[in-house]
């Protein structure tokens, strides 16, 4: 049995594997429309969320399977003291697979230990998201047409935002990629991560001005400051709007370079920039959804040449 807990879980041709399954879904729903029939998926969500959340969802309902689950604490019976081991092997009894979202690190590791179906990290506190993470390399795979040879900036917060953490440690993995970090001095990459690419010897640049860099990018991923996990109000109100893309830091850009964002956008990607050629952000949520699909298939071991006929 097989959990989803890092991307670095799955090998750069399982990845590949994954990205073709999605892109086979992609281009022929109709053929994977019962693929799950009969299957259940349970969305354990101590967290909110709306993307990823509804996005398994969707996922599980096109592949014909059923989806049960809570999507906040309090209305589980964590309210009431239980813990994730326990109530993930209850959750075992019920259903085929279980994606998991906690606000704390780790617990969906907890979770796997004790699981007796795979479990799929949906966000663990400010360490890792995985899903999010297979979403922004098949767009990137889409829309750049390979996973390698490019110049990614990462701008925003950097410290917090575990979007940023498990993109990083899934490209580092492909060849001739080099990595500008621009981030507030208080949002900077925490030092593993620098740690990690300084010991592969991993180009990268930390700086704190979105234009001084943003012509020479090919890709920009775009994050939030992440409120919930500040210690207190007063930082955030600081921070929260430190970096702000417009219509005229794009003008600056290249004219292929592309505009990635897990969303949710609160203020950091002005809305004028949405209609502009180069904003994926939209088109990576689409591709999540196929990219989730082709992993709940790939964990339940559904074979991918069914209905082929
Ligand atoms: C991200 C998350 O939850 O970490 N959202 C998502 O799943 N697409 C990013 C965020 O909340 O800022």
Do not use: W
């Not at 799929?120 to 889409?142: E, V």
């Not at 234009?211 to 939030?224: C, F, G, N, Q, W």
């Not at 939209?282 to 082709?294: E, P």
């Amino acid at each position: 049995m097989r959990h989803l807990m890092s991307p670095l879980d799955f090998t750069t041709e399982e990845l590949d594997k994954l990205f073709d399954l999605a892109a086979e879904i992609e281009a022929d729903p109709e053929r994977f429309a019962h693929v799950c029939d009969g299957k259940i998926l349970a969305t354990a969500f101590y967290e909110p969320s709306t993307r990823t959340r509804l996005s398994f969802e969707a996922a599980m309902l096109r592949l014909g399977g059923k989806v049960i689950g809570f999507s906040d604490a309090g209305s589980s019976s964590a309210a009431k003291g239980e813990s994730v081991s326990d109530t993930i092997k209850v959750i075992s009894q019920y259903a085929d697979i279980c994606a998991m979202r906690h606000p704390k690190e780790g617990a969906a590791f907890v979770a796997a230990s004790k699981s007796e179906i795979p479990v799929i990290n949906a966000g663990d506190g400010g360490h890792q998201h995985p899903t999010q993470t297979l979403a922004d390399l098949m767009t990137i795979r889409s829309m750049h047409g390979k996973l390698s040879g490019f110049k990614i900036g990462l701008c925003g917060d950097l410290k917090f935002g575990r979007t940023v953490h498990s993109l990083i440690n899934a490209l580092v993995r492909y060849e001739g990629i080099s990595f500008v970090f621009i981030s507030p001095p208080e949002l900077k990459v925490p030092d593993y991560i620098i740690d990690m690419l300084k010991e592969k010897n991993i180009p990268y640049t930390e700086v704190i001005k979105l234009e001084e860099v943003i012509a020479d990018l090919d890709m920009l991923y775009m994050t939030r400051v992440q409120k919930e996990r500040f210690f207190n109000e007063e930082d955030y109100v600081r921070l929260k709007d430190f970096y702000i893309l417009t219509k005229e830091k794009m003008s600056m850009a290249s004219k292929d370079m592309l505009v990635l964002h897990p969303l949710p956008r609160v203020n950091e990607i002005s809305v004028e920039v949405d209609d502009d050629p180069r904003a994926c952000y939209f088109k990576q949520v689409k591709y999540g959804m196929y990219v989730r699909m082709a992993l709940i298939m790939t964990l339940l071991g559904i074979n991918t040449e069914v209905n082929n006929a």
